[in-house]
């Protein structure tokens, strides 16, 4: 199973962020299957934002929650990120992972895109 995000490189404050991280290799709609966004800011750890399970239901960090969401489409095999209202603190590399448990413990990840660098700057 292969990972792929793309999006934008460069955001300005206030604006949205969206990312797509696209599947190869297995489906995501997988039973028992979960699909995270986890991102790392600089200098920093891992953070779990939040995950789409193979039914499609969504769980959140509560930290991001209000400025996050995740959705799917089946048909392309694609995973989406979108992150409203977008701050400096928001750069970061962007990862998609998968795993086969809801997990935030990066270990516990079968699978990781290779991340793409997203910077918040005016």
């Known amino acids: 199973v292969q990972l792929q995000e793309s999006g934008p490189g460069l955001v300005k404050p206030s604006q949205t962020l969206s990312l797509t991280c696209t599947v190869s290799g297995g489906s995501i709609t997988t039973n028992y299957y979960y699909w995270s966004w986890i991102r790392q800011p600089p200098g920093k750890g891992l953070q779990w934002m939040g995950a789409?399970?193979?039914?499609?239901?969504?769980y959140y960090s509560p930290s991001l929650k209000s400025r996050t969401s995740i959705s799917r489409d089946n048909a392309k095999n694609t995973v989406y990120l979108e992150m409203n209202n977008l701050k400096f603190e928001d750069t970061a590399v962007y990862y998609c992972?998968?795993?086969?448990?809801?997990?935030?413990?990066?270990?516990?990840?079968?699978?990781w895109g290779q991340g793409t660098q997203v910077t918040v700057s005016s």
């Open positions: 789409i399970t193979y039914s499609g239901s969504t």
């Open positions: 992972a998968g795993a086969s448990a809801l997990t935030m413990v990066p270990e516990q990840y079968d699978y």
